[in-house]
């Protein structure tokens, strides 16, 4: 079948926005398929930024079908806002861009439960983007969620009193203040403005785009060590992040998936709580935060970094059946003397090993590091693998030889144009 799957195999923040924006001119559909908006994906284009949060990385192409597939959890106002910044820029949006009505919605009491857990865990708190992603998944697996379907039922206002109530009496457990009176207009404003575009059965849009051979990208939300099941648990995200949240998020059968192409930078970064085995508490994690502009597209909340961690990748590589590597931001590291790379852990009796622990917080690892030539210079104008320096693509490398995969794309820069194929081993 023709559904490649693209994600994160880190904490997120991975570049994955710029790829899906490279890659799109390949397929005809791009599908997100889990998360809400607290993930911004950043585009650098034509000298201008653009940061999306819900809507696909595609929407730029003209011509490609965007979908939001049933996964997603959307935030009404935060989507239109999206769907304004757009028009400026003439994006057909009305024309190429789809809502699974199966998809939930997030409400203004989702946010303010977002606030109010994560103030009442004080010191413990999980690092929340309040954006009422939590709170909304919540509601969608007790059964009692709203989704974008039911706006266009006569009694969804009934429907919505309904879950509001059930909310404020979780509000006044927290003893948490607030006036909904606030953000309720803005909320069923936004509605009206979403029962304007294409709600639709999407699942069935994509079985049938598959079925006549169109090649469809599956877009991934956060990171592979932020899902759900197998990430840092409890400091994860709601959804599925991994290649079979795909299938669950877009209704698409396992058989359908063909690659699987998994992005990582070239180190790493994590925003909010959590373990960093890796982390760099120093002036060199500073020097790789002011290098990469680490700061959230959406929140812009500083990220903490560290160098790449290789069991980690590994363990990312092996939930996700990757096929292909695609490394990020190696601009980011020219002009280091030494690039260090986590190639075990060592557990507190002494072992060392390769595996990811089963839990972070109660086996707390120490990175095993191996010591690699660094490179120097200015790489972003860089046209070709050849071009890029020696110690640089010895780094890439032993990165591959390590995860016995093959790193088809290295990306020299933000814009679209700042990115190097490796044919021999890219065959879309």
């Known amino acids: 079948m023709n559904l490649d799957v693209l994600l994160g195999l880190q904490w997120g923040d991975e570049g994955k926005g710029k790829?899906?924006?490279?890659?799109?001119?390949?397929?005809?559909?791009?599908?997100?398929f889990q998360g809400g908006p607290n993930a911004g994906h950043t585009l650098e284009f034509d000298g201008i930024k653009h940061v999306l949060h819900q809507i696909p990385s595609g929407i730029f192409h003209e011509g490609i079908q965007n979908v939001i597939g049933n996964g997603v959890v959307i935030d009404p106002v935060v989507f239109m806002k999206e769907i304004e910044a757009l028009k400026p820029y003439g994006v057909p949006y009305h024309k190429n861009l789809f809502i699974?009505?199966?998809?939930?919605?997030?409400?203004?009491?989702?946010?303010?439960?977002?606030?109010?857990?994560?103030?009442?865990?004080?010191?413990?708190?999980?690092?929340?983007?309040?954006?009422?992603i939590g709170p909304a998944y919540m509601d969608k697996t007790g059964r009692n969620g709203l989704r974008i379907g039911d706006i266009l039922s006569p009694d969804f206002k009934k429907r919505y009193q309904k879950l509001v109530d059930k909310h404020k009496g979780l509000l006044e457990f927290y003893r948490y203040e607030y006036d909904l009176n606030?953000?309720?207009?803005?909320?069923?404003?936004?509605?009206?403005?979403?029962?304007?575009?294409?709600?639709?059965?999407?699942?069935?849009?994509?079985?049938?785009?598959?079925?006549?051979?169109?090649?469809?990208?599956?877009?991934?939300?956060?990171?592979?060590?932020?899902?759900?099941?197998?990430?840092?648990?409890?400091?994860?995200?709601?959804?599925?992040?991994?290649?079979?949240?795909?299938?669950i998020g877009l209704g698409v059968a396992p058989k359908a998936v063909h690659e699987v192409l998994g992005i990582f930078k070239a180190y790493c970064t994590r925003v909010g709580s959590g373990p960093f085995p890796t982390e760099l508490n120093d002036e060199t994690g500073e020097a790789i935060r002011r290098a990469g502009h680490e700061f959230g597209s959406t929140t812009g909340r500083s990220r903490r970094c560290g160098w790449l961690d290789l069991p980690a990748l590994r363990y990312a590589c092996m939930l996700n059946?990757?096929?292909?590597?695609?490394?990020?931001?190696?601009?980011?590291?020219?002009?280091?003397?030494?690039?260090?790379?986590?190639?075990?852990?060592?557990?507190?009796?002494?072992?060392?090993?390769?595996?990811?622990?089963?839990?972070?917080?109660n086996e707390p690892v120490e990175p095993v590091y191996e010591t690699l030539p660094g490179w120097s210079g200015n790489i972003e104008a860089s046209t070709a693998y050849e071009d890029l320096p020696r110690n640089l693509r010895h780094y890439v490398n032993f990165i591959e030889e390590y995860l016995h995969l093959p790193i088809a794309l290295v990306s020299i820069g933000p814009d679209r144009a700042q990115t190097i194929l490796r044919k021999n081993v890219f065959s879309m």
């Open 19 to 32: 790829i899906v924006d490279f890659l799109a001119p390949k397929y005809q559909l791009v599908a997100r």
């Open 100 to 132: 699974s009505k199966k998809a939930h919605l997030i409400l203004p009491t989702h946010r303010l439960l977002d606030a109010a857990s994560e103030a009442a865990k004080g010191k413990e708190k999980i690092g929340s983007t309040l954006r009422g």
């Open 182 to 247: 606030e953000s309720e207009p803005a909320f069923f404003e936004a509605i009206e403005q979403l029962k304007e575009l294409r709600l639709a059965d999407t699942e069935y849009m994509l079985s049938e785009a598959l079925q006549q051979g169109k090649r469809v990208l599956a877009e991934g939300a956060q990171g592979t060590l932020l899902d759900i099941e197998f990430g840092s648990y409890p400091y994860v995200t709601s959804s599925h992040t991994t290649t079979a949240g795909a299938c």
């Open 321 to 361: 059946g990757v096929t292909q590597l695609f490394m990020m931001k190696a601009d980011v590291l020219s002009g280091f003397d030494e690039i260090k790379v986590c190639t075990h852990y060592k557990l507190s009796d002494g072992t060392i090993t390769r595996q990811m622990p089963y839990c972070l917080l």
